[in-house]
């Protein structure tokens, strides 16, 4: 049999390894994802008008009420990070994603877990890679 070519041992290599946490008792990998299944999930996530921190505002009540939209809001928010979850959790043996981000079953999944907060920074930072602790630096120097 030949040698793979290194495009093809390229092609075969896991996601890198950001990660490994404890979720209930049990460990999972967070890996990052390649450009295109970011991309992917992000286009998930805008179609569904989940984007975090980017749903539409609303008017606050009176008397300093909060916004009628804000646990519509909210709710959209944490799904929309509960999809980026599910992009990068892996089962540290199979080394196979655990979730689907376009599977909404999956999606409520994760938005109902117990240990979705617990997870979410580590989460972000895995999805977003360079770009999310380039953002955090931009925020810090200014």
């Known amino acids: 049999m030949e040698p793979l070519t290194l495009k093809q041992r390229l092609a075969q290599k896991n ?18 994802p390649s450009h295109k299944e970011r991309m992917a999930v992000l286009k998930l996530i805008e179609d569904a008008n989940e984007m975090p921190n980017k749903a539409p505002a609303t008017e606050a009540g009176q008397a300093g ?3 009628a939209g804000n646990a519509a809001e909210t709710a959209a928010n ?10 990068v959790l892996y089962d ?4 196979l994603r655990l979730y689907d981000p376009a ?4 999606v409520d999944t994760i938005y109902g ?9 580590d989460a972000q930072k895995a ?8 953002l955090e630096e931009a925020r810090g120097n200014s």
């Open 15 to 32: 996601r890198k390894l950001v990660k490994t946490v404890e979720l209930d008792g049990d460990k999972v990998e967070l890996r990052r």
């Open 65 to 67: 009420a909060p916004a």
């Open 78 to 87: 944490l799904r929309g990070i509960s999809r980026m979850v599910a992009a």
């Open 92 to 95: 540290p043996d199979s080394k």
């Open 103 to 106: 599977d909404q079953t999956d």
């Open 113 to 121: 877990s117990a240990w979705l907060e617990d997870v979410t920074a």
């Open 127 to 134: 999805f977003l890679g360079v770009l999310k602790e380039s």
